[in-house]
């Protein structure tokens, strides 16, 4: 195969392998570093960047705005405290899910197919994270403050409250942050070295040579690497877990109708993953695409990738299940009234049109042909990640805008404002992907160069 010339169609391959065959070591380090080193930046490029840096424009406007007038401006009222701050708060944590899963799970598993994925399903999970974590300091009406949130000595002992797990999430996140974001390093750095060995001009060789940290490939090197790397693995594989539990936590330990049971935990984690995988899918397709990555992500990368969604999903489709039967088991008439507020109150289109997202329209890909089509999962994907985000909209208002209290009850409506902060998190979220898609390998070379090592291994000797 020419690297640089026409390509094997993926739909020519029974098996769906790994990585197409014909590539050596040296083509698919020059492959992938050509999208970093290669000269100049594409037109399409700069054309997308420019719509997510308006995008981020657009939230640095909205975020001054905010703390100059306060949280007034959003749509929060008695008794919908919490609304699109906390709704996307937790969409964007979810998201960050699949990025750890992928690397640290899937390397501890052995599973060979990640390879291709699973580095900017890394990078995913920090900008997704980077998103979560404006909307509860933004929540809090006075940010400046945050660090009331830490356990700091301070002279009155006013220390937060342990009990709350507000200030639970406080922790969860940022040490699932914090790993994160070493783990993605760590795996960066041969890869950076590489980059610095390659970079013909002098700004790029100084920058990739301070980050790779003086890396040369030597055994010590490699055997420290591999080291870190399966440590990172197994801390980041609980955090997986506990961080969206914890965040579960912010609604089932309160006493609100629809918020107090004990299957948030897994739901919510099984919820995170779904919509997880199905923003790598989102965002998987269009880079093999348009950098011409068919033969690294292939037709099996993407058929794994929605086998697991559909199995979270069924999971997910579970939790509506049991949530819905213990309403009515339980004799509980605030419980029952929440389901039956979900289905036919105000917001009840909102609620169906979350089940058609979430579990009718994605069981079409039990259907092979389903999963071999690369437009039809791209939609699948687009449309899971909006039922995932009607889901949190429909926890949070639905079970706060009607309570105990008929004479409290009241309607929530979004302003512009919301709307305007949500959408400028996604151009947070796409300015930094489009600039590491730009400035660093968005596969990792090191990986796909060891699996065609084990490819060519594995070959009948002549």
Same mark, same amino acid.
């Given at each position: 195969m020419d690297p640089e010339g026409s390509q094997t169609p993926i739909e020519a391959t029974s098996a769906h392998p790994i990585i197409e065959p014909g590539y050596t070591l040296g083509t698919v380090t020059d492959k992938i570093s050509s999208i970093v080193l290669g000269r100049g930046t594409s037109k399409?490029?700069?054309?997308?960047?420019? @719509?997510?840096?308006?995008?981020?424009?657009? +939230? *640095?406007?909205?975020?001054?705005?905010? =703390? #100059?007038?306060?949280? /007034? #401006?959003? /749509? @929060? *009222? #008695?008794?919908?405290? !919490?609304?699109?701050? $906390?709704? *996307?708060?937790?969409? !964007? $944590?979810? @998201?960050?899910?699949?990025?750890? +899963? @992928?690397?640290? #799970? =899937?390397?501890?598993?052995?599973q060979q197919w990640r390879t291709s994925i699973n580095r900017f399903a890394e990078a995913m999970t920090l900008f997704a994270v980077a998103c979560a974590g404006m909307f509860p300091l933004l929540h809090m009406g006075r940010p400046w403050l945050f660090f009331w949130l830490m356990p700091y000595p301070n002279p009155m002992w006013l220390w937060p409250q342990f009990r709350s797990p507000l200030v639970w999430d406080v922790f969860a996140v940022s040490t699932y942050a914090t790993v994160s974001l070493l783990f993605w390093f760590v795996g960066l750095v041969p890869d950076l070295a590489t980059l610095r060995d390659r970079a013909r001009n002098r700004a790029a060789k100084v920058v990739y040579g301070i980050l790779a940290m003086g890396w040369r490939g030597s055994a010590v090197h490699w055997s420290r690497y591999e080291t870190a790397s399966i440590l990172l693995a197994g801390l980041a594989t609980p955090l997986v877990v506990s961080v969206h539990t914890v965040v579960s936590f912010d609604f089932s330990v309160a006493q609100v109708a629809g918020w107090h049971t004990t299957i948030f935990p897994p739901y919510f984690v099984a919820g995170a993953i779904y919509s997880g995988f199905a923003m790598v899918m989102t965002l998987s397709i269009p880079i093999r695409k348009f950098y011409n990555l068919e033969d690294f992500i292939t037709m099996r990368h993407l058929g794994n990738m929605a086998k697991v969604m559909l199995a979270t999903g069924l999971i997910v489709a579970y939790g509506y299940m049991m949530e819905t039967f213990m309403a009515f088991y339980s004799g509980n008439p605030f419980d029952r009234f929440l389901i039956i507020n979900r289905m036919t109150g105000p917001y009840a289109f909102f609620y169906w049109l979350l089940i058609a997202c979430n579990i009718v329209i994605p069981q079409i890909m039990w259907l092979r042909s389903v999963r071999n089509n690369v437009a039809i999962l791209f939609v699948i994907s687009l449309i899971v990640n909006v039922g995932m985000w009607l889901e949190r909209f429909v926890i949070v208002v639905i079970s706060l805008h009607r309570d105990f209290l008929p004479s409290s009850w009241g309607m929530y409506y979004p302003t512009r404002w919301d709307w305007a902060t949500y959408v400028g998190t996604i151009g947070l979220f796409l300015t930094l992907l489009f600039l590491f898609i730009r400035f660093l390998p968005v596969i990792s070379i090191y990986e796909m160069r060891s699996l065609v090592e084990e490819t060519d291994e594995e070959k009948p000797k002549k």
């Amino acid at each position: 195969m020419d690297p640089e010339g026409s390509q094997t169609p993926i739909e020519a391959t029974s098996a769906h392998p790994i990585i197409e065959p014909g590539y050596t070591l040296g083509t698919v380090t020059d492959k992938i570093s050509s999208i970093v080193l290669g000269r100049g930046t594409s037109k399409g490029w700069i054309f997308g960047f420019a @719509i997510a840096f308006s995008l981020l424009m657009l +939230l *640095n406007f909205t975020v001054g705005y905010l =703390l #100059i007038k306060g949280v /007034g #401006i959003w /749509g @929060i *009222n #008695i008794p919908v405290g !919490w609304g699109f701050a $906390i709704v *996307n708060f937790v969409w !964007w $944590i979810g @998201i960050g899910h699949a990025g750890t +899963l @992928i690397s640290a #799970i =899937l390397l501890l598993l052995r599973q060979q197919w990640r390879t291709s994925i699973n580095r900017f399903a890394e990078a995913m999970t920090l900008f997704a994270v980077a998103c979560a974590g404006m909307f509860p300091l933004l929540h809090m009406g006075r940010p400046w403050l945050f660090f009331w949130l830490m356990p700091y000595p301070n002279p009155m002992w006013l220390w937060p409250q342990f009990r709350s797990p507000l200030v639970w999430d406080v922790f969860a996140v940022s040490t699932y942050a914090t790993v994160s974001l070493l783990f993605w390093f760590v795996g960066l750095v041969p890869d950076l070295a590489t980059l610095r060995d390659r970079a013909r001009n002098r700004a790029a060789k100084v920058v990739y040579g301070i980050l790779a940290m003086g890396w040369r490939g030597s055994a010590v090197h490699w055997s420290r690497y591999e080291t870190a790397s399966i440590l990172l693995a197994g801390l980041a594989t609980p955090l997986v877990v506990s961080v969206h539990t914890v965040v579960s936590f912010d609604f089932s330990v309160a006493q609100v109708a629809g918020w107090h049971t004990t299957i948030f935990p897994p739901y919510f984690v099984a919820g995170a993953i779904y919509s997880g995988f199905a923003m790598v899918m989102t965002l998987s397709i269009p880079i093999r695409k348009f950098y011409n990555l068919e033969d690294f992500i292939t037709m099996r990368h993407l058929g794994n990738m929605a086998k697991v969604m559909l199995a979270t999903g069924l999971i997910v489709a579970y939790g509506y299940m049991m949530e819905t039967f213990m309403a009515f088991y339980s004799g509980n008439p605030f419980d029952r009234f929440l389901i039956i507020n979900r289905m036919t109150g105000p917001y009840a289109f909102f609620y169906w049109l979350l089940i058609a997202c979430n579990i009718v329209i994605p069981q079409i890909m039990w259907l092979r042909s389903v999963r071999n089509n690369v437009a039809i999962l791209f939609v699948i994907s687009l449309i899971v990640n909006v039922g995932m985000w009607l889901e949190r909209f429909v926890i949070v208002v639905i079970s706060l805008h009607r309570d105990f209290l008929p004479s409290s009850w009241g309607m929530y409506y979004p302003t512009r404002w919301d709307w305007a902060t949500y959408v400028g998190t996604i151009g947070l979220f796409l300015t930094l992907l489009f600039l590491f898609i730009r400035f660093l390998p968005v596969i990792s070379i090191y990986e796909m160069r060891s699996l065609v090592e084990e490819t060519d291994e594995e070959k009948p000797k002549k």
